[in-house]
């Protein structure tokens, strides 16, 4: 799958402060790609850079085939960004919110009024399209953020926090919103603190931290860098089960309590059947059977340690 965008070896320093220090990524054509990092790890930093705003201290960044440059604004057109703080207007409704944004783009007459209806019926919007923006509640203010973001049909899509301080339906519904526009087609860089949406949205997901990448692969890559742990309890003295246990590639018991063993391995679903396929053999019956995949958290706890980002 071609590439859409390209960065390479990009740096940004800000006076004695070196914001990102060699940022070099990939992203293909029509996936949805997800950006981690903790507070201050220079993911707005960089996707100011994508956007335009900023012009790297050193590297580059290519967009289309095409170098990445403030300037460009034919380039730029091709660019959709909702960004964490709402960009809307309280006292304009929402289509006049959508027209403002839709002419910003060059977008006029027939062509920008059949555009903001499509989006105000893509953003369940239609029905109060002339209301102001400013009674609107955050998840509907959230939704139209994003419409705002797509009125002229970009084809990179940078999203970041786009479900912030929302209702689990309007999250759900940007989610929908989400899928459908990368299913018609356009790229997304997806930024969020919740670990949940990232794993279940973007098939590949870069972490950084510290204005470095430190961890860049597929959703599954970068689940398998954590063992999962299956905790079996079985009737009597689990000694002979640990000792098999011991033969099975990758699997290790972790702990041992009375008739209790923990066992961490890899893949725990394959763990699994290698245990009850065990127990069947040893004539050992199972009580109790609990397992604890890796999660994408658990992952960028593991990489970016545990302690509180100001």
């Known amino acids: 799958m071609p590439s859409v965008l390209e960065i390479s070896g990009i740096r940004k320093q800000f ?11 990939s992203v293909n054509e029509g996936e949805i790609f997800g950006l ?8 707005t930093t960089l996707l100011s850079i994508l956007s335009g705003l900023l012009e790297p201290s050193s590297g580059s960044a290519q967009l289309l085939g095409r170098p990445l440059r403030r300037f460009d604004f034919e380039l730029k057109r091709s660019i959709g960004i909702a960004t964490q703080d709402v960009s809307l207007y309280g006292e304009l409704t929402a289509r006049e919110n959508l027209e ?19 989006i105000l ?46 209702d689990p339906q309007s999250r759900n519904h940007i989610f929908e919103e989400v899928r459908s526009l990368n299913a018609a087609g356009v790229t997304v860089i997806y930024t969020s603190h919740y670990m949940e ?30 063992d999962g742990t299956l905790t079996v309890q079985v009737a009597g003295d689990p000694g002979r089960l640990a000792e098999a246990i011991g033969r099975i590639d990758g699997a290790k018991v972790v702990k041992r309590d009375g008739n209790t063993l923990t066992v961490a391995a890899p893949d725990v679903r394959q763990l699994t059947l290698h245990i009850v396929s065990l ?21 960028f706890l593991h990489l970016t340690d545990t302690k509180v980002r100001d």
Request: glycine share 14%; charged share 25%; hydrophobic share 40%.
């Open 15 to 25: 006076g004695a402060v070196e914001a990102l220090r060699g940022v070099t990524l």
């Open 36 to 43: 981690l990092g903790p507070n201050g790890a220079g993911k």
């Open 100 to 118: 403002f944004f839709g002419r910003l783009y060059g977008m006029r007459g027939p062509e920008l009024g059949k555009r903001v209806s499509e």
């Open 121 to 166: 019926e893509f953003t369940a919007l239609a029905d109060r399209a002339n209301d102001r923006v400013g009674t609107f509640s955050g998840g509907m203010r959230r939704r139209l953020n994003l419409g705002a973001a797509v009125v002229h049909r970009p084809r990179i899509l940078y999203l970041d926090e786009p479900t912030t301080g929302v």
């Open 197 to 226: 949406e990232v794993q279940s949205l973007c098939p590949r997901i870069a972490i950084m931290d510290r204005g470095q990448v430190i961890a860049s692969d597929t959703r599954e890559g970068l689940l398998r860098l954590l």
């Open 279 to 299: 127990l069947r053999e040893l004539g050992q019956e199972l009580t109790g059977l609990e397992s604890n995949e890796p999660t994408l958290e658990k992952v």
